[in-house]
């Protein structure tokens, strides 16, 4: 089983910047990328950004050049530095990760996707 926790959600003022963790752990061979979502009120969920295991990365144009997405592979832990927030920034943010839970799965392509509960994230005066 594998698991995975948000933290780093808050209240900030328009302009201002937050620092989102995500920590997977469990049953993990490997991963093969982690990356973000959020859902605001009444939205669909929207993509934002994601770290493939090489080190490459890719933003949803909404986001490009306020978020970078980092990591600490070592914890299997990435974060999404969120700078000049604005108020339609105020979403939930979700994790997800894409990982392998053997070598044989590693070896066919064959992954499986966690995501996170959550955390929440309100920009606002």
């Known amino acids: 089983q594998v698991h995975v926790v948000e933290s780093g959600g808050g209240l900030v003022q328009p302009g201002g910047s937050l620092r989102l963790s995500c920590a997977a752990s469990?049953?993990?061979?490997?991963?093969?990328?982690m990356g973000w979502y959020r859902q605001a009120p009444g939205k669909q969920r929207e993509w934002l950004t994601i770290?493939?295991?090489?080190?490459?990365?890719n933003y949803a144009d909404s986001v490009k050049g306020r978020f970078t997405i980092s990591r600490d592979s070592a914890k299997n832990t990435i974060f999404l530095q969120m700078n000049s927030l604005k108020a339609e920034d105020t979403a939930v943010y979700y994790c997800?990760?894409?990982?392998?839970?053997?070598?044989?799965?590693?070896?066919?392509?064959?992954?499986?996707?966690?995501w996170g509960q959550g955390t929440l994230v309100t920009v606002s005066s």
């Open positions: 997800y990760v894409k990982y392998w839970v053997s070598y044989s799965d590693y070896a066919s392509g064959r992954y499986l996707e966690v």
């Open positions: 770290m493939s295991v090489g080190g490459g990365t």
């Open positions: 469990g049953s993990i061979f490997s991963i093969n990328a």
